[in-house]
């Protein structure tokens, strides 16, 4: 072969090869993720700053909730393609950004506290925010503290799968997704039932990392 | 779809066709540095792009004579550099480094004075520090259409210094991108700058 017969070749395969265009995904369908605020007065959006990353998770050891924990992690760690959520679990509550009580949820401590509740048959779950209006901005005090309790005994009813979803769900919160959705194959249904994200929740995910966020963590 | 024979059989290619031809076998050396278009270009709310940062990169290459006034060439590249995450224009997360892995058979003859002309056909590999993200089932391994171009020195008998540039272009795609509901695959072009020493021997 020469180089006579080699450039035509190498042209007519660049020209194939520019035919193929890349088109990112439109993220619809998706749903509402704010926390509408004091009845309308604003509406509150936030995701865990960069600098923040991983973030620390603190799980009670009971029940085997660190590894449906630790599930829910992977799971919405995969819903991102440019590293937006990272989380770890670890060992000492004190310092963690998130914690996870194996407990009915007990009464709101703070009037502050927004209290986002689910109930399966099995098992519940809560996620607490606790927001104030500090100076000029939004503070979301750390940690969020999220609850999954079995609603019968564990010890003569599987609720494996129960704590699976509603540790996955009570994540969701705690990543930004603070509304519950109409769509029973939503991860995010207000009595989740979905066996894993659903595209709307994964593509309302990205666009909670990506909306500026006016919800700030603070300790 | 992952070739993982995908380099041993280029090897075994660019091989095949140089060895019954007798002649001198030159090995070139090059250090330099290269730069690529976005891997990924997104839009949520704002403009994202992915690009691997200027990577120092090493070339190699041994080539035969296979006709007059051509050479037929086993080209090998490496680089690494960090993976550049930018939103508006801005940097954001942080996502590892990235290596590039280049295969590829050449064709290269003689142009003017010292310099001199190359086509290359081959496989290029992705290899990021971190599967995670539009990383997490991996790269597969693509094809490869380059060109470029060789200045050479000679300085003794048999060593030569050598200046070349040299661009390739690919299309770049993940099954983690497709999943996403990406369609179609990122055009990449790449431009490296390079100079090192080729050594002749019979
Ligand atoms: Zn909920």
Known sequence: ?219 | MRIPYAFPLAAALALAPAAPAAGQVRLTAMVGVTGSSALVTDQIFEDIELKPALAPTFFLSASLPVATRLRASLDLSYGSSSADLTESGQDASDLGSIGVLTAAVALEGPLVSRLSWRLSLGVIEYLPSEETGLFSDGVPVAGLFGAGLDWRQPLSERWSGVAGVRYDFHLFTTPTLEAAGFSGSQQVSRVGLAIGAAWDFQ
């Not at chain 1, 265009?21 to 004091?38: D, G, H, K």
């Not at chain 1, 509550?93 to 506290?113: E, H, N, Y």
């Open chain 1, 1 to 219: 072969m020469t180089a006579r017969h080699t450039l035509p070749l190498a042209l007519l395969l660049a020209g194939a090869l520019s035919c193929a265009e890349a088109t990112s995904p439109s993220r619809v369908p998706n749903y509402e993720w704010r926390l509408v605020w004091e009845g309308g007065l604003d509406t509150l959006s936030f995701h865990w700053p960069e600098d923040m990353l991983p973030v620390k998770i603190w799980v009670e050891d009971s029940l085997d909730m660190p590894a449906r924990v630790q599930e829910g992690v992977d799971d919405w760690q995969g819903a991102f393609l440019y590293g937006e959520y990272a989380a770890v679990l670890v060992s000492d509550s004190s310092s963690a950004d998130v914690v996870v009580r194996v407990v009915t949820p007990p009464p709101k401590a703070i009037a502050t506290v927004n209290r986002l509740n689910t109930l399966l048959p099995g098992c519940e779950g809560a996620t607490d925010l606790d927001i104030e209006f500090i100076a000029t901005q939004y503070e979301l005090r750390l940690p969020v503290r999220m609850y999954v309790a079995p609603r019968y005994d564990p010890a003569t009813t599987d609720l494996t799968e129960c704590f699976r979803v509603t540790a996955r769900h009570e994540l969701g919160h705690s990543l930004g997704l603070f509304q519950h959705t109409s769509d029973s194959r939503d991860i995010m249904y207000g009595n989740p039932e979905a066996e894993g994200l659903s595209a709307r929740d994964i593509n309302t995910a990205q666009l909670v990392a990506h909306w500026p966020a006016n919800l700030i963590p603070t300790r």
